[in-house]
């Protein structure tokens, strides 16, 4: 099972990546969390990645690209689930080569679709825990109780303006990765809307498609 969670920032990707790993045993490789602990430890990657994320921006590929090699080599290049990679048309081509290298090439894409408005909402109301790096949901997935408040912040980028700047990035510059990975016949596009569980057995069910 070698699978792409695909779609723009605020679909779902992260939870629903969490799901597969939970209950399929699969390794959860989100570079964004990776990115997000570089730069909380203040590592030279981190700091170089930092300077990027505070303008919205695209983190360069090499960066991220080292991250996605390490976390997919250390699953011995199966079972994993990328969750926020590829997100340009160069990573994507890099990925393939470095998957077909190792004899392990992607088995499907799942792309998940939901309208801008519910992206925005969802985003907003998006909280993480600063030092695990988790995701919460104030309405779906509110932080357990005896988490401390204090590590529960807001990021940055999820106020109403910052989103609707990060789509307009998505568009532009990763959308087209979508196409490339039509184009290859590896593309599902599924219906993100909904509860996480029904999101998640339409998950499943284009995993079995996918593998039969």
Known sequence: MRIVLFGPPGVGKG???????????VAHISTGILLRRA??????????????VEQGRLVPGPVVR???????????YDRFVLDGYPRTIEQADWL???LEEHGSPLGTVLSLVVPNEIIVDRLSKRRVNRV???????????P??????????????DTPEA?????DIYQQETHPVQEYYRSLGLLQEIDGTGSFEQVYERILDAIKQSAG
Do not use: M, W
């Open 132 to 142: 695990t790096g988790e995701n919460y949901h104030l309405d779906f997935k509110p």
């Open 163 to 167: 989103i609707l700047h990060r789509l």
């Open 96 to 98: 393939a080569e470095f």
């Open 66 to 76: 080292s991250l996605a090699q390490d976390a997919i080599a250390s699953c011995n």
């Open 144 to 157: 357990p109780a005896d988490v401390d408040p204090g590590v529960i912040n807001q990021r940055k980028d």
């Open 15 to 25: 939870s629903q990546a969490q799901f597969l790993a939970e209950r399929e045993g």
């Open 39 to 52: 730069i909380r430890s203040g590592t030279d990657l981190g700091l170089k990645a930092a300077e990027y």
